[in-house]
Every structure is written in C-alpha cells, then in structure tokens.
C-alpha cells in the first residue's frame, strides 16, 4: 500500500496543540468561573480534550453570544 506519512506531524504541530488546547481550557475555565457558571471544571477538562467544539458550545451555552446578534437587528 502506498505510504503517504500523513502520521508524522512536523515539530511546530506537536508543540502548538497542546498549548492551543491549555490555552483554550484555562480560559474556559477562568471566564466560566468569573461567570459563575454552573460546573467551570467541566468546561476546562472539555477544553483540553478537543478543540473548537467546546469552546464554540460555550459562547452559546454560557456566553449566550446568540442574545447579542438577535438584539442587534
């Protein structure tokens, strides 16, 4: 079978990842617990496991970015 090393990720992927993924799960979990959300520490083990989902599932779930957009028409 043809081997196109789609695998190997270059030394730039490795390293960005898992901070683009901490990053992204202690600012869940800070702006979660300054917004006195319900459960902040879900927030940030979702934000550390995959990345954009949680954090999109965020602004409309806790954010409530969708409030914004339909006051603004």
């Known amino acids: 079978m043809n081997d196109p090393k789609w695998d190997q990720l270059p030394l730039w992927a490795w390293i960005g990842i898992p901070l683009l993924l901490l990053a992204q799960s202690t600012w869940l979990f800070m702006d979660a617990r300054k917004r ?38």
């Open 36 to 73: 006195s959300a319900k459960y902040p520490w879900f927030w940030g083990i979702w934000g550390i496991i995959q990345v954009p989902i949680p954090f999109i599932v965020y602004l409309f779930a806790v954010r409530k970015i969708h409030r914004f957009w339909s006051r603004k028409k």
